[in-house]
DNA sequence: CGGGACTCCTGCCAGC
DNA sequence: TGCTGGCAGGAGTCCC
């Protein structure tokens, strides 16, 4: 569910707690995730200070010293908590849902922790275990599997109605596809994309290749739109946040078509009802009635 | 090569 | 009340 916004408002959460900071000690639960954990992968986190943590699509991406970087990607269900040593463990900031303790206050999904100078704790914590953490070195991150075939960043220059023209071009599969596929446009998950095609008044069923470039304009905009107000809500809900019930305000945000079936649409002007459909093992809620 | 189906995993919830 | 089955989905892999 963490999306491309979602991800920058975990990131921007982090940003006084890590950057610039020594991890003084790093503890590994498990050796996978998703995928295994590198090799020795705590210890080298050990002692290494975080220079810059930045975010590539839904990416974390936390550039350490001694050139390498460490990735994180929430996946479905991860998280990163973060509690103030010394206090109450639940007593901190708390980037996400408040995770199930066991009786020893140690999380039952907590795969990694580290201890950060300067006395927080950072917890990636993670249910369903789709997320994924990597090292790389840093002068070659461009080559990372995950990274190297990822689209354009949809809030940069790059992102534009004539990439996106190009990307659609002579494809037949349906724009709801199109715009999950990474390689397209990088940090769009379902929720978004259900969001933008309304925003645009497309259906999800287009064939991509069939778009106009008024449409294509359109959704390029409303791909924008969505993202930026999104990571606005998560950035308002992380000010407003101050650690004591522990949760972030950005699963809360009321989507104009996602998770609406059989409710109103959401335009004044059209009396249509949300409807769902599956694409690709995946809910589609659209309006049939505005969205063409 | 494009595109669809399948896979991983566990929490949650509807239904019986 | 407790069990069960279905669903949620990011992204890689497999296969046609």
Redesign the pocket.
């Known amino acids: 569910?963490p999306?491309l916004p979602e991800v920058e408002t975990v990131r921007r959460g982090l940003l006084p707690v890590l950057e610039g900071k020594c991890i003084e000690s790093a503890v590994q639960n498990r050796l996978d995730l998703?995928w295994p954990l590198p090799e020795r992968f705590a210890e080298r986190l050990t002692g290494r200070r975080v220079e810059q943590l930045s975010r590539r699509?839904?990416y974390l991406l936390a550039y350490l010293d001694a050139n390498e970087t460490m990735l994180i990607?929430l996946?479905?269900?991860g998280r990163l908590l973060v509690s103030t040593v010394g206090r109450e463990r639940d007593s901190g900031a708390e980037l996400h849902h408040a995770a199930k303790r066991d009786r020893s206050g140690a999380g039952?999904?907590d795969h990694v922790v580290l201890e950060i100078e300067g006395g927080a704790r950072v917890v990636f914590n993670d249910?369903?275990?789709?997320g994924a953490m990597d090292l790389w070195p840093s002068d070659s991150l461009h080559t990372h599997?995950?990274l190297a075939r990822l689209g354009p960043e949809p809030l940069s220059n790059a992102f534009s109605a004539e990439h996106l023209t190009a990307s659609l071009e002579g494809?037949?599969?349906?724009i709801k596809?199109a715009l999950?596929d990474?390689r397209i446009v990088a940090g769009l998950?379902?929720?978004y994309v259900c969001e933008a095609l309304f925003g645009a008044k497309i259906s999800p069923e287009r064939a991509s290749g069939s778009l106009s470039p008024q449409e294509v304009t359109a959704l390029t905009a409303e791909i924008r739109g969505v993202l930026e107000a999104a990571i606005e809500a998560g950035g308002s809900s992380l000010r407003d946040f101050h650690g004591a019930s522990g949760e972030l305000g950005y699963f809360q945000h009321s989507f104009r078509v996602y998770g609406r079936e059989g409710q109103g649409c959401a335009r004044d002007a059209c009396d249509g009802v949300v409807e769902r459909l599956?694409q690709?093992?995946?809910?589609s809620f659209y309006c049939s009635r505005c969205q063409r």
């Open positions: 569910m999306e998703r699509a839904k990607h996946g479905m269900s039952k999904h249910a369903r275990r789709f599997p995950l494809k037949r599969s349906a596809s999950l990474q998950g379902n929720i599956v690709s093992a995946r809910s």
